[in-house]
């Protein structure tokens, strides 16, 4: 039981370029969340998906799009990279009703520097 | 609007207690939490409480609730060099969809 895996750990990458992050989880949870972590400003959601198939926007979408890929794994990509994108990327998952207090459980991080 | 606030650093000496303190603006959220994070790694829950209660312990730890004011507090009782890391108060609301995290708090403990 691996928990929320996010590959790659690093990534630097040059103005305009384009990647994915991708997050994966084997907990058989429906929701999943992508989180950046700017120093001073705490997570901010970028996007979530509530089950497979549906995805919604956060906080700060805006650069980025999603896939709701399966179940399991939900991909975060940056179709065209900008420097105000270098941050720490968390993935993370969540049980629903049945657990008993909707704890999320994060990856552990992607840390992308955008030159 | 969903705003979790905290202050951003705190010192403390090994042995004492540490408090860190949150404020949170969403009257419906139902449950609160506290993350712990240690550096380079993801966050991980530490505890938390649900909007009926006003206290809750568990083991070192201590959550308040004031509820009226709306403030959130973490107490660790004999603070440890290993309890140095960011901490951050979360809030889910109602809905039982985005959870809203504070900006965190940096918990320094001097041996």
């Known amino acids: 039981n691996a928990g929320v895996t996010q590959t790659p750990k690093f990534q630097v990458l040059k103005t305009g370029q384009s990647m994915t992050l991708q997050c994966a989880q084997d907990m058989n949870h429906n929701s999943m969340y992508w989180y950046r972590q700017d120093p001073g400003m705490g997570l901010r959601l970028i996007y979530y998906s509530a089950s497979e198939g549906t995805t919604d926007k956060g906080e700060v979408p805006n650069g980025y799009n999603v896939s709701r890929l399966n179940k399991r794994e939900f991909s975060l990509r940056l179709e065209s990279a900008a420097p105000s994108q270098t941050s720490v990327y968390f993935c993370a998952s969540r049980g629903d009703s049945g657990d008993s207090n909707y704890e999320q459980y994060f990856g552990p991080g992607t840390r992308l520097t955008v030159t | 609007g969903e705003d979790v606030e905290q202050s951003l650093f705190l010192s403390v000496r090994e042995g004492d207690s540490s408090v860190i303190n949150c404020t949170y603006t969403?009257?419906?959220?139902?449950?609160l939490y506290w993350y712990k994070q240690e550096p380079g790694a993801g966050l991980q829950l530490l505890t938390y409480?649900?909007?009926?209660?006003d206290m809750k312990q568990d083991q070192r730890l201590t959550v308040l609730l004031n509820k009226k004011d709306k403030h959130l507090s973490l107490r660790i009782a004999d603070t440890q060099t290993g309890d140095s890391a960011i901490y951050f108060c979360?809030?889910?609301?109602?809905?039982?969809?985005?959870?809203?995290f504070g900006t965190g708090t940096k918990l320094q403990v001097i041996p």
């Open positions: 969403d009257s419906s959220s139902t449950y």
């Open positions: 409480i649900f909007s009926n209660m």
């Open positions: 979360a809030e889910l609301p109602g809905g039982y969809q985005k959870v809203t």
